[in-house]
């Protein structure tokens, strides 16, 4: 039975998580992100919450720009991995032998196999409680045309993608899990 409780209770997973990369004073970084949305299509705007002890944050911050990067279930540890350590003593993306690009329009590493990425250029920054939301301008874009269908969704028997459930778990997204379609349903 549902009861009032006094303490937060957390309940935003399962969701996919974005891969932050981030290039200021000649470092570059990746981290983990599960607090993310795109805010407006047009113009396309996208927005990410990051703690202000990230070494994130102080990249953000500082370059004014951001890369946000989704990976398909095969590279599930870039997402573990970039939670997990922080940037302030190594560079994760050499750790993680990710490959990348620079972006076009920033200077953020793109991420060579991420399906999506998207090239932000900070408009608005603000602080939420213990993270501060940083909102971008969408200046470029990115896409693997291959695993998507014609109608703009994922092509299951192409792509996988992990879901984070908290605490180091994922579930997968793919041909696998059962699609449930409400319209058709309800007829």
Request: aromatic share 14%; hydrophobic share 35%.
């Amino acid at each position: 039975m549902r009861t009032w409780v006094s303490n937060t209770v957390m309940h935003s997973y399962p969701g996919m998580v974005a891969l932050v990369t981030t290039e200021w004073a000649g470092k570059q970084n990746i981290m983990a992100a599960g607090w993310h949305s795109y805010i407006s299509y047009e113009p396309p705007i996208f927005g990410v919450a990051i703690a202000k002890e990230r070494f994130s944050h102080q990249s953000i911050e500082q370059s004014g720009e951001f890369a946000i990067n989704f990976v398909a279930e095969g590279y599930a540890d870039y997402i573990q991995y970039a939670g997990t350590i922080s940037g302030h003593k190594s560079d994760k993306l050499e750790q993680l032998n990710a490959s990348y690009t620079k972006g076009k329009e920033i200077g953020a590493p793109i991420l060579e196999n991420a399906y999506i990425a998207y090239e932000c250029k900070v408009i608005d920054q603000r602080t939420y409680g213990d993270h501060d939301w940083f909102v971008g301008e969408i200046v470029g874009f990115y896409k693997d045309e291959a695993v998507f269908q014609d109608n703009g969704l994922p092509n299951w028997e192409k792509l996988s993608i992990p879901l984070y459930l908290g605490r180091s778990q994922y579930m997968i997204a793919n041909k696998e899990a059962k699609v449930i379609d409400l319209y058709q349903d309800n007829k």
